[in-house]
C-alpha cells in the first residue's frame, strides 16, 4: 500500500473545503462579472484542455502557472505521496510560489486550474471517472459519457470531440440525443449530488495510490473511521461492491 492510514485521512479532509472553494468561486463569479472578464481578456476557454487525460491537465495548468518546479522538487522526496500533500497543505509554499511568479503568471491560468480541478473531482465524486476519462469514452462512441461530462461541465461541448458528435446530431436530426442534452445542460440531478459522492472520490483515490486488496478491518478502519461511510454491520460487504465497481472505469 502506497497511501498510509494517516495521509488518506489527511485527503479525506480536505473534502469539505473542497467543496466549499467550488461554492465560494461561483459566487464570486457571479457578484463580480467585470473583474472576472478583466482578468479573462478576450480569451475564456479552458475546455480544450479536457481533451487530455487527467494528469496531463494538471501538469498542462502547472506549466502554464509556472508550478512545475514545485512538483518536480516533490517527485524526488522518499514519500512522494506525502511529499505532494505537504505541498498542497503548506500554504508558505504556495503563498512563496505566487509571490515569485505574480508578474508572469496570466491570473486566467489560475481561474481555469479552479476549474479544471474542481469538475474533475465532481465529475469522479458522481462518475467515477475524471473528465478526460469521459471524453475518451466519448471518442470510443458513448453518448451516456457525453451527457456525464455536460452535465459536470458545460463548456465541454467546445471541445473538438464534444462537438464533431453534436454536428453529427445535428445532420441526422437526433431528436432523441438533444433531449438528451436539454436534461444534461441542467446540471447533475439532485439525486446524484447527494449520493455518496466523497466516499467515491476516496475509492478512486485510493485505487489510484495503489490500494487493491483490503481487509474487513481496514475497510471499516479506513471508510468508517473517516466518516465517509456509516457504521453497521454489513459496512464492508457493501464497501466492497463500491470498490468492485469502481474498478470498472478508469480516470485517467
Known sequence: MNLSPHQFSSVVKTLPEIRSQMKKLGEVMLSKPEKVKEILGEYYSWAFIYELPFVEQLAYLSVLL???????????AKDITQATIDLAADGGVLDRWYEANEE??????????????????LSIML??????????????????AFFKAVSIDRTILLCPTFSDRL?????????????HLRKALKGPSKKNMEAIGDLRYAIVLLRDMGFNKFTDDELIGLFVGNGLYPKSYNAAKNLRKHIHTARKFSTT
Do not use: C, P
Open 104 to 121: 508572469k503568471i496570466e491570473k486566467k491560468h489560475l481561474i481555469w486550474l479552479s476549474f479544471v480541478m474542481q469538475r474533475n473531482i
Open 127 to 144: 462518475f467515477h471517472r475524471s473528465l478526460g476519462a469521459l471524453v475518451h469514452e466519448v471518442r470510443t462512441g458513448s453518448d451516456d
Open 167 to 179: 454536428s453529427y446530431a445535428e445532420l441526422t436530426n437526433d431528436k432523441t440525443f438533444f433531449l
Open 66 to 76: 509556472g508550478f512545475q518546479e514545485s512538483l518536480v522538487e516533490a517527485s524526488k
